[in-house]
Protein backbone atom coordinates (compact mmCIF):
# COMPACT_ATOMS: atom_id res chain seq x y z
CA UNK A 1 0.00 0.00 0.00
CA UNK A 2 1.22 3.26 -0.74
CA UNK A 3 1.57 5.35 2.02
CA UNK A 4 0.69 8.88 3.13
CA UNK A 5 2.21 12.11 4.80
CA UNK A 6 0.18 15.01 6.03
CA UNK A 7 0.36 17.65 8.91
CA UNK A 8 -0.70 16.02 12.67
CA UNK A 9 -2.93 18.81 13.46
CA UNK A 10 -3.63 22.60 12.33
CA UNK A 11 -5.00 25.63 13.72
CA UNK A 12 -7.10 28.17 11.74
CA UNK A 13 -9.83 30.56 12.31
CA UNK A 14 -13.41 30.56 11.54
CA UNK A 15 -14.02 32.18 7.82
CA UNK A 16 -10.33 31.34 6.74
CA UNK A 17 -9.40 29.31 3.86
CA UNK A 18 -7.68 26.03 5.12
CA UNK A 19 -5.41 23.64 2.91
CA UNK A 20 -4.10 20.46 4.19
CA UNK A 21 -1.15 18.77 1.74
CA UNK A 22 -0.73 15.25 1.48
CA UNK A 23 2.33 13.86 0.02
CA UNK A 24 2.00 10.51 -1.69
CA UNK A 25 5.50 10.04 -3.03
CA UNK A 26 5.20 6.50 -3.78
CA UNK A 27 1.40 6.30 -5.39
CA UNK A 28 0.73 4.33 -8.32
CA UNK A 29 -0.35 5.09 -12.23
CA UNK A 30 -3.68 4.24 -11.73
CA UNK A 31 -4.06 5.39 -8.25
CA UNK A 32 -6.55 7.89 -6.72
CA UNK A 33 -6.57 10.58 -4.30
CA UNK A 34 -9.16 10.54 -1.61
CA UNK A 35 -9.70 12.72 1.44
CA UNK A 36 -11.84 11.58 4.30
CA UNK A 37 -13.34 13.07 7.73
CA UNK A 38 -13.74 11.79 10.98
CA UNK A 39 -15.82 13.68 13.88
CA UNK A 40 -15.31 12.52 17.40
CA UNK A 41 -17.17 9.20 17.67
CA UNK A 42 -18.17 8.81 14.25
CA UNK A 43 -16.82 6.77 11.32
CA UNK A 44 -14.77 8.50 8.69
CA UNK A 45 -17.11 10.53 5.94
CA UNK A 46 -15.51 10.79 1.83
CA UNK A 47 -15.30 14.57 1.18
CA UNK A 48 -13.73 13.97 -2.37
CA UNK A 49 -11.74 12.41 -5.04
CA UNK A 50 -9.27 13.12 -7.80
CA UNK A 51 -7.24 12.06 -10.19
CA UNK A 52 -5.45 15.16 -11.43
CA UNK A 53 -5.28 18.89 -11.31
CA UNK A 54 -8.30 19.81 -9.69
CA UNK A 55 -11.73 18.95 -8.08
CA UNK A 56 -14.24 20.81 -6.88
CA UNK A 57 -17.60 19.83 -5.32
CA UNK A 58 -19.88 21.30 -2.24
CA UNK A 59 -17.51 20.79 0.67
CA UNK A 60 -14.19 21.21 -1.16
CA UNK A 61 -11.42 21.31 -3.69
CA UNK A 62 -8.79 19.09 -4.09
CA UNK A 63 -5.75 20.04 -6.24
CA UNK A 64 -3.20 17.80 -7.32
CA UNK A 65 -0.15 18.54 -9.58
CA UNK A 66 1.19 16.73 -12.68
CA UNK A 67 3.85 14.27 -10.74
CA UNK A 68 1.12 13.45 -8.48
CA UNK A 69 3.75 13.18 -5.44
CA UNK A 70 1.28 14.96 -3.33
CA UNK A 71 -2.48 16.65 -3.83
CA UNK A 72 -3.96 19.60 -1.23
CA UNK A 73 -7.32 19.58 0.12
CA UNK A 74 -8.60 23.39 0.34
CA UNK A 75 -11.32 23.93 2.50
CA UNK A 76 -13.26 27.60 2.28
CA UNK A 77 -14.22 29.83 5.07
CA UNK A 78 -13.91 27.18 7.37
CA UNK A 79 -16.50 26.43 10.17
CA UNK A 80 -16.47 25.84 13.23
CA UNK A 81 -18.13 22.64 12.31
CA UNK A 82 -15.42 22.03 9.99
CA UNK A 83 -13.20 21.03 13.31
CA UNK A 84 -12.34 17.16 12.78
CA UNK A 85 -9.61 15.03 11.56
CA UNK A 86 -8.81 15.08 8.03
CA UNK A 87 -7.28 11.73 6.21
CA UNK A 88 -5.92 11.29 2.80
CA UNK A 89 -5.60 7.86 0.96
CA UNK A 90 -3.34 7.86 -1.92
CA UNK A 91 -2.75 4.06 -2.73
CA UNK A 92 -3.94 0.66 -3.98
CA UNK A 93 -7.41 0.44 -3.03
CA UNK A 94 -7.71 3.49 -1.13
CA UNK A 95 -7.20 1.34 2.48
CA UNK A 96 -4.33 3.16 4.12
CA UNK A 97 -5.92 5.90 6.71
CA UNK A 98 -2.71 6.96 8.32
CA UNK A 99 -3.16 9.02 11.66
CA UNK A 100 -4.90 12.11 9.87
CA UNK A 101 -4.62 15.74 10.32
CA UNK A 102 -7.01 17.02 12.98
CA UNK A 103 -8.05 20.18 11.92
CA UNK A 104 -8.48 22.63 15.22
CA UNK A 105 -10.62 26.07 14.01
CA UNK A 106 -10.83 28.65 16.69
CA UNK A 107 -13.63 30.59 17.28
CA UNK B 1 -31.57 5.24 2.60
CA UNK B 2 -30.17 3.53 5.56
CA UNK B 3 -26.78 3.81 6.55
CA UNK B 4 -24.22 1.28 7.51
CA UNK B 5 -25.64 -0.51 10.81
CA UNK B 6 -23.28 -2.01 13.50
CA UNK B 7 -24.40 -3.67 17.06
CA UNK B 8 -23.09 -3.59 19.77
CA UNK B 9 -22.75 0.45 20.06
CA UNK B 10 -20.55 -0.66 23.26
CA UNK B 11 -19.17 -3.67 24.67
CA UNK B 12 -17.19 -4.14 27.78
CA UNK B 13 -15.86 -7.52 28.57
CA UNK B 14 -13.18 -9.34 30.60
CA UNK B 15 -9.84 -10.93 29.10
CA UNK B 16 -9.97 -13.74 27.73
CA UNK B 17 -13.47 -13.77 26.76
CA UNK B 18 -15.16 -13.90 23.41
CA UNK B 19 -16.73 -11.03 21.86
CA UNK B 20 -18.75 -11.04 18.15
CA UNK B 21 -20.03 -7.91 16.10
CA UNK B 22 -22.14 -7.35 13.43
CA UNK B 23 -22.67 -4.96 10.57
CA UNK B 24 -25.43 -4.50 7.73
CA UNK B 25 -23.93 -2.59 4.98
CA UNK B 26 -26.13 -0.09 2.78
CA UNK B 27 -28.16 -2.06 0.36
CA UNK B 28 -26.94 -3.30 -2.80
CA UNK B 29 -23.48 -2.61 -1.63
CA UNK B 30 -21.07 -5.77 -2.48
CA UNK B 31 -17.67 -4.64 -1.07
CA UNK B 32 -17.84 -4.97 2.83
CA UNK B 33 -14.71 -3.89 5.40
CA UNK B 34 -14.08 -3.90 8.50
CA UNK B 35 -11.65 -1.75 10.74
CA UNK B 36 -10.53 -1.50 13.60
CA UNK B 37 -9.57 2.01 15.14
CA UNK B 38 -7.44 3.04 17.93
CA UNK B 39 -7.22 5.91 19.61
CA UNK B 40 -5.35 9.20 18.10
CA UNK B 41 -4.78 6.82 14.96
CA UNK B 42 -6.69 6.22 11.68
CA UNK B 43 -8.36 3.14 10.84
CA UNK B 44 -6.43 -0.04 9.97
CA UNK B 45 -8.06 -2.66 7.47
CA UNK B 46 -8.82 -5.97 9.13
CA UNK B 47 -10.24 -7.49 5.84
CA UNK B 48 -12.56 -6.99 3.02
CA UNK B 49 -14.85 -8.80 1.20
CA UNK B 50 -16.23 -8.73 -2.26
CA UNK B 51 -19.80 -9.99 -2.14
CA UNK B 52 -18.86 -13.59 0.21
CA UNK B 53 -15.12 -13.55 -0.49
CA UNK B 54 -12.72 -12.17 1.37
CA UNK B 55 -10.40 -10.34 -0.94
CA UNK B 56 -7.99 -8.86 1.49
CA UNK B 57 -7.42 -10.71 5.14
CA UNK B 58 -3.62 -10.00 5.54
CA UNK B 59 -3.96 -7.56 8.26
CA UNK B 60 -6.46 -10.22 10.25
CA UNK B 61 -4.99 -11.73 12.90
CA UNK B 62 -6.02 -15.20 12.55
CA UNK B 63 -4.91 -16.58 15.79
CA UNK B 64 -7.48 -14.97 17.40
CA UNK B 65 -9.77 -12.76 15.14
CA UNK B 66 -12.59 -14.14 12.79
CA UNK B 67 -14.93 -12.89 10.41
CA UNK B 68 -17.95 -14.51 7.86
CA UNK B 69 -19.82 -12.59 5.30
CA UNK B 70 -22.41 -16.33 4.70
CA UNK B 71 -24.68 -14.58 1.53
CA UNK B 72 -23.03 -11.63 1.02
CA UNK B 73 -24.68 -9.11 2.84
CA UNK B 74 -24.42 -8.84 6.31
CA UNK B 75 -21.06 -9.84 8.55
CA UNK B 76 -19.91 -10.80 11.65
CA UNK B 77 -16.14 -10.13 13.29
CA UNK B 78 -15.51 -12.22 15.96
CA UNK B 79 -12.61 -12.01 18.62
CA UNK B 80 -11.92 -15.43 20.84
CA UNK B 81 -10.15 -14.71 23.08
CA UNK B 82 -10.13 -10.99 23.97
CA UNK B 83 -6.52 -9.88 24.85
CA UNK B 84 -6.13 -5.97 26.72
CA UNK B 85 -4.88 -4.68 23.48
CA UNK B 86 -8.13 -5.35 21.33
CA UNK B 87 -9.49 -2.27 23.43
CA UNK B 88 -10.30 0.10 20.00
CA UNK B 89 -13.34 1.02 17.99
CA UNK B 90 -14.51 -1.98 15.31
CA UNK B 91 -15.41 -0.13 11.61
CA UNK B 92 -17.39 -1.39 9.05
CA UNK B 93 -17.67 0.08 5.84
CA UNK B 94 -19.25 -0.49 2.45
CA UNK B 95 -19.28 0.51 -1.05
CA UNK B 96 -19.99 0.13 -4.36
CA UNK B 97 -19.08 0.75 -7.99
CA UNK B 98 -20.10 3.31 -8.39
CA UNK B 99 -18.87 7.58 -9.76
CA UNK B 100 -16.29 7.40 -7.08
CA UNK B 101 -13.29 4.28 -6.47
CA UNK B 102 -13.70 2.76 -3.35
CA UNK B 103 -15.83 5.75 -2.11
CA UNK B 104 -17.01 4.19 1.38
CA UNK B 105 -19.70 4.89 3.79
CA UNK B 106 -18.35 3.73 7.47
CA UNK B 107 -20.62 3.01 10.56
CA UNK B 108 -20.64 4.20 13.64
CA UNK B 109 -18.17 1.78 15.31
CA UNK B 110 -18.45 -0.90 18.30
CA UNK B 111 -16.36 0.97 20.99
CA UNK B 112 -14.66 -2.49 22.54
CA UNK B 113 -13.46 -2.45 25.87
CA UNK B 114 -11.45 -5.16 27.33
CA UNK B 115 -10.98 -5.24 31.00
Known amino acids: LAKTTQPISMDSYEGQEVNITCSHN???????ITWYQQFPSQGPRFIIQ???TKVTNEVASLFIPADRKSSTLSLPRVSLSDTAVYYC????????FGTGTRLTVIP | EAGVVQSPRYKIIEKKQPVAFWCNPI?????LYWYRQNLGQGPELLIR????????DSQLPKDRFSAERLKGVDSTLKIQPAELGDSAVYLCASSSAGAFLYEQYFGPGTRLTVT
Open chain 2, 27 to 31: SGHNT
Open chain 1, 89 to 96: LGGANNLF
Open chain 1, 26 to 32: NIATNDY
Open chain 1, 50 to 52: GYK
Open chain 2, 49 to 56: YENEEAVD
